[in-house]
């Protein structure tokens, strides 16, 4: 089968990429599992909060904004909570300022979420933050795709890529592809279909992120409350469907897998939520994990590969891929369609695969 555009990865990276090519010719995703965002986009607590990341991020981020306003449902109000305890002064002064909070006192923090204990000091709130309906988001790129004509191939793990005269030819569990522009949009998988492809792989790093569902502390109705850090980000916890989904925050290097959590690291980032609260945890409902996937300078990179201008990157989005998904794919098919970006030239130089040489 035949295409212009082969996209390899169906999570939001993927599937947004192909979205925004299928109005420039034929697509088709290559997704290796039995349904689209199966890894980390399937695993995501997704916020937008545009503020949030280095500094490219937020600027792709913040251009991601209006798409995001403007599509019906796929965001809901959530803000944001950061808490600090002695000792934590200067990592919570950094956040607050980071991420555009405002100081508020315990009390008026102690309000919004009842639970927080005698020993935090600090406290900070903000409104700039919105739950990410992602099947939502996904499938509205998904539908796209669809109506252009192009295919999304599920159960369809690449098994060897060849350079062709004409482009690339995939071949696949589901079969062989061919297409005159490769996109690499494989999460923790990028650098092994890079090698695949006779491309030097960047040096992406793949980091396990665990989550932990626990019921809603003390009984009460955690729907209301926003999205609560610990200075420093040695915890955060989200409301989501009636109970509380606590995370360690861990940043623990993997190799590309399905992964899973880790009992001791989310007993131990349980331990730590369990300090500012007075309500201890009694229960865990469910576990999971993701791994967030990190260039070599943490930014994510979008663009033809330095070598191969064939063979297009969009990787490394560490956990910002959601909230960066509109303006990255805009970014990415006006560049592989020679057109003129709305982003500044200083922010597509930060992203380009050729800052590796």
């Known amino acids: 089968m035949d295409a212009d555009f082969l996209v390899i990865g169906g999570g939001i990276a993927g599937i947004s990429a192909a979205a925004r090519l299928s109005s420039m010719g034929s697509v088709i995703v290559l997704e290796a599992e039995a349904q689209l965002a199966h890894h980390a986009s399937g695993r995501s607590a997704a916020l937008y909060e545009p503020h949030y990341g280095a500094k490219a991020v937020v600027e792709l981020s913040m251009a991601s904004g209006a798409y995001f306003h403007g599509a019906a449902g796929v965001l809901s109000p959530r803000g944001l909570m950061i808490l600090g305890r002695p000792g934590e002064e200067e990592a919570f002064d950094h956040d607050l300022a980071a991420m555009a909070f405002e100081r508020v006192s315990v009390a008026e923090a102690r309000a919004v979420v009842p639970i927080l204990n005698g020993s935090v000091t600090m406290a900070g709130m903000a409104d700039h933050a919105w739950d990410i309906d992602t099947d939502l988001l996904l499938q509205g790129f998904a539908r796209e795709v ?19 005269a004409m482009g ?11 297409g005159r522009l490769l996109v690499n949009a494989a999460g923790a998988w990028v650098d092994e279909v890079a090698v695949m492809a006779g491309v030097q792989p960047l040096g992406f790093q793949p980091m396990r992120r665990s989550m932990a569902r626990i019921p809603a502390p003390g009984g009460f109705d955690v ?17 989501d469907a009636g109970a509380l989904i606590v995370s360690p925050a861990e940043e623990h290097p993997m190799p590309p897998q399905d992964a899973w959590a880790d009992d001791m690291v989310l007993a131990e980032g349980l331990a730590r939520y369990e300090e500012y609260v007075t309500e201890p945890v009694t229960r865990v409902i469910s576990n999971w994990a993701g791994l967030r996937t990190f260039s070599p300078d943490r930014v994510p990179v979008i663009g033809p590969d330095a070598r191969e201008p064939a063979f297009f990157w969009v990787a490394g989005q560490g956990g910002y891929g959601f909230q960066s998904a509109p303006a990255a794919s805009r970014l990415m098919a006006d560049i592989a369609g020679g057109a003129q970006t709305a982003l500044s030239q200083a922010l597509v130089a930060a992203l380009s695969p050729a800052r590796f040489g």
């Not at 999304?152 to 890529?161: D, F, G, L, N």
């Not at 729907?223 to 609560?228: D, H, L, T, V, Y």
């Open 223 to 239: 729907s209301g409350w926003p999205m609560i850090f610990s200075a420093g980000e040695a915890w955060y916890a989200k409301p």
């Open 168 to 178: 690339w030819q995939v071949a696949t569990t589901a079969g062989v592809f061919s």
């Open 146 to 164: 669809r109506a252009a004509g192009g295919k999304t191939m599920t159960k369809a793990r690449v098994t060897a890529i060849t350079r062709t």
